[in-house]
């Protein structure tokens, strides 16, 4: 294989090309999402949100009952190292995404990416919104597709840049 069969995909989404597929994950207990700024927890934490001019949000899915955390997905802007999204025109950036391994398969990390969307949109409706994604990770690609991103392109990594 050569380098771009193992490049990330890159995904977008923009407000009037792309349709935002609404998707509610299939679970019968109540749940509920918060959203707040990334916390600071170590000095490479602090990386993102310098660069990123401090708006670095997390969104989590939070179990009401037992209050676990359910899944959660990161949206920040601004990141240096994401050159291509500059070049661009500029844009959030969705990632990283994580759904706790027992509640995998019930369409939480689709409605987070929506939940996380529809928020994006509310503040900048004409923003394009980017995500990258490992070429094989087919579950991350299914549910990235399933909301309604749009594949555009592969990246690769050039010193400390994409």
């Known amino acids: 294989m050569n380098n771009v069969d193992n490049a990330d995909r890159i995904y977008v989404f923009r407000k009037g090309i792309e349709t935002l597929n609404e998707v509610e ?27 990123s001019r401090f708006p670095f949000y997390k ?36 990632g990283t995404d994580f759904t706790v391994p027992k509640y995998r398969g019930k369409g939480f990390h689709p409605f987070i990416l929506t939940y996380a969307i529809r928020d994006l ?6 923003v394009y919104i980017y995500m990258c994604v490992s070429q094989g990770n087919t579950s991350s690609i299914k549910g990235i597709e399933r909301v309604g991103f749009h594949f555009c392109g592969r990246m690769k990594r050039e010193e400390y840049q994409y």
């Open 25 to 51: 994950p299939r679970y019968d207990r109540p749940y509920k999402v918060v959203k707040k700024r990334g916390a600071c927890k170590s000095f490479t934490n602090l990386f993102w949100h310098i660069f």
């Open 121 to 126: 949109l509310n503040l900048r409706p004409d």
């Open 59 to 94: 969104y989590s899915i939070i179990d009401v009952e037992s209050g676990d955390e359910i899944a959660y997905t990161h949206v920040f802007t601004g990141l240096p190292h994401f050159d291509f999204i500059h070049r661009l025109g500029g844009g959030y950036h969705i």
